[in-house]
């Protein structure tokens, strides 16, 4: 696969991959303002994990804009059947699909209707070509505002952040990633997450992903927590549950690119469907 055609269906995949979603809790006017108190590691992880948004099902409408240099703007609706597929349908104007994509545990499938061509492939594939590290797991977390694989018997460091006014969770010591963000001296040696906690909900108002390996890195902000609508067909509801309706990604590889994404309305444990057929005249994208 050429440079030019690799680069077109990375921006391809980054639109299917972070369509989804803290700061204090806030209204439209009003932040507001507590004394952070220091609480325990694993304190702050039990909270983290207990604050984790739960569903089986995920619907929604989304408006992003992806910019890489050159601004480009989409509308799409989104599909998650909890640890099992992400269903993207991506539809630029009129409500015509120019795209759609697949994931699955072990899969990428991608449908450009506007060239009549398709991909299959899997993760180990994907990043090998794009140097990244991706798998299901973590694309899934990022679109919902979840951790990745944090557990409490993990070797994890925390503190208040002063200047966020945040309580701070990561794999590495603070200071290691203050280095990193800056690009400094001493920087983060090993694969690792960084979190920013909001001090009332404990959910996350930013992420940081580094994979010294290939120098990338991935940033995440969500805010304007809202609660979801839970179906007809759903049993329970948590109503206590709140999910991030705008997210920013900043991607760092060889150059730099960010995505902003709009949720309009996030609706729970609707019965769903993950349509993906291929036209035979399709020509394939091959490994």
Known sequence: MSRTKSLYWFSLILLGFFIYSCKVQENETEKVKIRLKPHPTKFLVQ?????????????????FTYNNGKTTSFKAHLRIRKDSAIWVSITPVLGIEMARVLITQDTVKIMNRSSSEYFVGDYDYLNTIFGADLDYQMIEALLIGNSLDFEINDKI????DRKKDLYFVSTEKKRKVRREIK???????????????????????????TTPQSDNSLNCLYTNF?????????KDSIASQIVSHDLHFILKTD??????????????NNLLTFPF?????????KQ
Request: hydrophobic share 35%; glycine share 2%.
């Open 47 to 63: 909270q983290l994990l207990d604050k984790e948004f739960k569903f089986n099902t995920l619907s929604t409408k989304a408006a």
């Open 157 to 160: 460091y925390s503190s208040v």
């Open 183 to 209: 690009k400094d001296k001493g920087k983060i040696k090993n694969q690792a997450q960084a979190l920013w906690l909001d001090p009332l909900s404990y959910k996350i108002n930013e992420l940081l992903l």
């Open 226 to 234: 809202k609660n979801p609508i839970y179906s007809s067909n759903s």
């Open 255 to 268: 150059t730099s690119s960010t995505i902003d994404i709009n949720y309009t309305k996030i609706t729970l």
């Open 277 to 285: 057929n291929i036209p035979k005249k399709y020509a394939q994208i």
